[in-house]
């Protein structure tokens, strides 16, 4: 009986222990609240801890609260099914009315469904990807900035160091893919572009990292973006460093996921990191965070006590302490109390009712959402407000990682952009200053900023397209070295493509390959040359290649580096007048009848100014004529002695010895040049005269020439093609009637080329027939890199305007 007894007495303690726990879990001051974690992960398990201190610390700063949450915590194992499954257990049979989490992106994206379907707020402080919004799930709440945010700050460091290219290394998951188009448009608004993009499964072999590695090694872009998990990137840096990829002339950035971790991760994946520069969202240090670092390393050794190393906590800690604090006092602000989910009625529900349709809805969702988005509060991670249902971030630091340690280099800001400290004023930036930055230890140990690009690996030369000529040799001229055989290309066109090409803010390797048959020779007209870039024979043609339209058709062609135009060339015959009458010459009788015409109104004027009060100009009629004329034409030789007593007479006297001083000056200067310099004068001054007198008339062969001077009305019979200067010289000096030609048509470059020495007996006459100028053909996947940027049109000015006297 006795034995009975304290069995009875201990069942019923026991009873009563049981319903006082179920009444304290659904008292009405307390909240249930969900928690979906990896908590086998780094960033799981640290954040777990976060938010048991958050509690703890907001409770003890509000004792006088009257709700409290109570936390039922799943473990998702970093599955996106696992991570499913704990939350519908959660929302069906716990009925939380909050879930803080899930950690990835991938399984947000799914959780963010279930929570717009039950209506109970899902607050993520790691799921970062600009794929998850809330415009479309408007009960999911990020309370970290999103990816989008950092594809500015990482262009920016790109153009400050003037890289133009870059190849990106991502995972193939939502986190990873919605993080590219931002970062492409970034760069596009900068001028630099994605060259490639390298996508790896989260849980790519090493195997297949190598093999990926390999294919980006044997391009020339050394610049590379790295957006990924840890996981994944603490075994592709490992693979990197393998490979001799973490040396000199590469140039390493991570976004921000991984550079919040840098200082959780383990020695040899920062070991293998040495030289990677890092972008992260900025957070202030104060007195309140350095209080949280000593709270946190008490905690972690009271939850692990046989761990020696205490890892530093990372940036997802702080958000989900913040994420915390911002859930319990929207719902003491919410009025918040565990509420029943309204479940579907039986005739809502068929027998093949899943459940997902069988889940509920809380009633108490749409209230806590407002006060959750309506809450701002001063956190660790700087001051919490929810714009569109998304923490804002803008200011970001730029880090560097040195042996085993980060090292912060600059800050990025959308006002002052990249600058040394944080306060630095917009004023005071300079883009391509590199005192904005602190210095920099790159990859393989080097201070010296790797240039973005090497020549590729692979072997493969572009094969560049010259033409082969006879004469004008100044613009292209193909030699073959008389002991190897090897051909040397030099001339004006080659020495700006040179130029183009330095210009460039990476390299091209390429070759010059003459277009030429077996004899050397010129091996087809410039129409077919260019025709061989479409057939894919030729990569490129430099040389003097004429931007014409139907060209465009199938190739593409850079803008035109020399004048346009197309012109004509005739003999010159030299004049020599009589030397009796030279000083007439200057006078013709425009100019004798004008000036006449003012002699006699300058006397007509100072007469009627002066022969009412001036005695030396009245008298007789004939007097005062007399007078009147001479003292206007003494005046051309400044020999008028006459007395002037009206001061407008003076005036007027001032302007009329001022258009005369000119017109003196003028004839003299005129009378000069005459007598000087020998007159020439062109044989032809036109078309239509060529073509009335039937003259036979030249053009350079293998141009596009022929045709245009087809189309102008001359006869194809009364057409003949040279190829050189010298046979320019011959015929223009024989002339039409004598086995030469009238004039030569060909384009301005030449002419200018021609007549450079040879002034005294050609001229250029004649109306210029506008053409494209010179350009470079490229294929459509070169044209890119030719195309001439503001510095690079600088060197060709500079080449052209240099080289112009010479050729």
């Given at each position: 009986?006795k ?8 069942m019923v ?7 006082d726990?179920n009444?304290e ?6 909240v ?5 974690l ?9 954040s ?12 003890r ?10 936390l ?8 996106v ?7 519908l257990?959660?929302i069906?049979?716990?009925?939380v009315?909050a879930i803080?989490?899930?950690?990835t992106?991938?399984?947000a994206q ?7 379907k039950?209506?109970?707020p ?5 799921a970062?990807s600009?794929s ?5 799930t408007p ?5 970290i900035?999103?990816d ?15 890289w ?11 986190y ?13 608004e900068?001028g ?16 297949l990292i190598r ?25 592709f ?6 490979l001799g ?5 590469y140039?390493w ?5 991984l ?20 972008v992260r ?6 007195q ?25 906590f990372?940036?997802f ?14 719902v ?15 005739g ?23 006060a959750i988005?309506?809450?701002?509060l ?13 923490i804002?971030?803008s200011?970001f ?28 004023k917009?004023?005071h930036r ?7 930055l ?5 990859p393989?140990e080097?201070t010296?900023?790797p ?5 590729p690996?692979?072997g493969v ?12 040799k100044e ?11 090897r051909?040397?290309?030099t ?13 460039l803010p990476?390299g091209?390797?390429y ?9 050397r ?7 077919e ?25 199938y190739v593409?062609?850079t803008?035109?580096y ?19 009458l ?5 006078l ?5 009848v004008?000036a006449?015409?003012f ?6 004027v ?8 001036n005695?030396?100009f ?6 005062q004529?007399?007078?009147?004329l001479?003292?206007?034409f003494?005046t051309?030789v400044?020999?008028?002695?006459d007395k ?29 040049s005459?007598?000087?310099v ?7 001054t036109?078309?239509?005269?060529l ?6 008339v030249?053009?350079q ?8 001077l087809?189309?102008?009305?001359i ?5 003949i ?8 010289v011959e015929a ?12 030569i ?5 030449y002419?200018?080329?021609?007549l450079?020495?040879r002034?005294?007996d ?13 350009g470079?053909?490229?294929?459509l996947?070169l ?9 690079v049109c ?5 080449c ?6 010479s050729t």
């Open positions: 009986m034995g009975s007894f304290f069995v009875c007495v201990f303690f026991l009873h009563q222990g049981f319903a726990e009444e879990a659904n008292g009405n001051g307390v249930k609240i969900g928690v979906v990896a908590m086998g992960s780094l960033v799981g398990r640290a777990n801890m976060c938010i048991s201190i958050a509690l703890q610390d907001f409770y700063d509000n004792p006088n609260f009257t709700s409290r949450l109570h039922s915590t799943r473990d998702s194992g970093g599955d099914v696992q991570a499913a499954s704990a939350a257990d959660l069906k049979n716990v009925e009315q803080i989490g899930p950690q992106s991938a399984e799914f959780l963010s469904d279930l929570a717009n039950s209506q109970i899902v607050i993520s402080f790691s970062t600009p998850l919004s809330s415009t479309h009960y999911f709440i990020r309370a900035p999103s989008s945010i950092q594809a500015k700050p990482i262009a920016s460091l790109i153009k400050f160091y003037k133009r290219q870059a190849i990106v290394v991502y995972e193939d998951t939502d990873g893919a919605g993080f590219i188009p931002y970062l492409t448009d970034a760069l596009s900068i630099s572009r994605l060259q490639h993009r390298t996508l790896l499964p989260s849980v790519a072999s090493d195997e093999k990926e590695l390999y294919k980006v090694m044997t391009m020339q872009t050394r610049v590379f973006v790295v957006h990924m998990s840890y996981p994944l990137a603490s075994r840096f490992r693979q990197v460093k393998q990829m973490m040396s000199r002339d140039a950035i991570i976004t921000d996921g550079t919040n971790l840098l200082n959780s991760m383990d020695p040899w994946t920062i070991d293998s990191m040495r030289g990677v520069l890092g969202a900025y957070i202030e240090g104060t309140r965070l350095d209080k949280f670092s000593t709270r946190w390393k008490r905690y972690y050794r009271k939850e692990y006590p046989n761990e020696i190393d205490i890892p530093h990372n940036v800690c702080l958000r989900a302490y913040d994420a915390t604090r911002v859930l319990a006092l929207a003491e602000k919410s009025g918040g109390r565990s509420v029943g989910f309204l479940r579907p009625t039986a809502q529900m068929t027998a093949n009712s899943t459940d997902l349709l069988t889940l509920g809805i809380s009633p108490v969702g749409p209230r806590l959402l407002s988005l309506d809450t701002k001063k956190g660790l991670t700087g001051t919490i407000r929810f714009v569109n249902g998304e804002q971030g200011t630091q730029i880090v560097n990682v040195v042996d085993k340690s980060v090292r912060e280099i600059g800050f990025w800001s959308p006002e002052a952009g990249i600058s040394r400290e944080i306060s630095r917009v004023v300079r883009s391509n200053d590199v005192e904005n602190g210095p920099v230890i790159w393989g080097s010296v900023t240039k973005g690009w090497v020549f690996t692979n030369k572009m094969k560049i397209g010259v033409p082969v000529k006879k004469g004008f613009f292209v001229n193909v030699e073959w070295g008389p002991l190897d055989g051909p040397t290309t001339g004006f066109s080659v020495d700006v493509f040179h130029a183009v090409v330095k210009g990476y091209l390797d070759e010059f390959v003459p277009f030429a048959d077996d004899h020779k010129k091996a087809g007209t410039y129409n040359l260019v025709y061989q870039v479409f057939l894919g024979k030729y990569d490129a043609v430099v040389g003097d290649v004429t931007i014409i339209a139907n060209r465009s058709n593409d062609l803008p035109p020399t004048e346009s135009g197309v012109s004509m060339i005739v003999p010159v015959r030299k004049e020599r007048g009589s030397r009796a030279t000083f007439l010459k200057p013709t009788w425009e100019l004798w004008t006449s015409c002699f006699f109104f300058m006397a007509f100072v007469w009627f100014l002066e022969h009412r009060i005695d030396d009245q008298g007789p009629p004939s007097e004529v007399g007078r009147a001479y003292f206007s003494s051309l400044f020999a008028q002695r002037i007593t009206s001061n407008l007479t003076r005036f007027v006297i001032i302007l009329w010895l001022f258009l005369l001083l000119i017109l003196t000056n003028s004839y003299t200067a005129n009378l000069a005459i007598l000087t020998e007159q020439l004068q062109p044989t032809v036109d078309v239509q005269t073509i009335r007198n039937e003259d036979i030249g053009y062969g293998n141009s596009f020439v022929e045709d245009l087809i189309k102008l009305g006869s194809r019979s009364k057409l093609e040279f190829d050189s200067a010298e046979e320019y223009l000096s024989k002339g039409s009637s004598h086995g030469g030609v009238a004039a048509f060909d384009e301005i470059p002419i200018k080329s021609f450079s020495n002034t005294n050609f001229m250029m006459v004649g109306p210029t027939y506008r053409t494209g100028g010179f470079f053909v490229s294929s996947s044209s890119l890199s030719l195309s001439l940027s503001p510095s600088v060197c060709v000015c500079v052209v305007c240099g080289g112009g006297a």
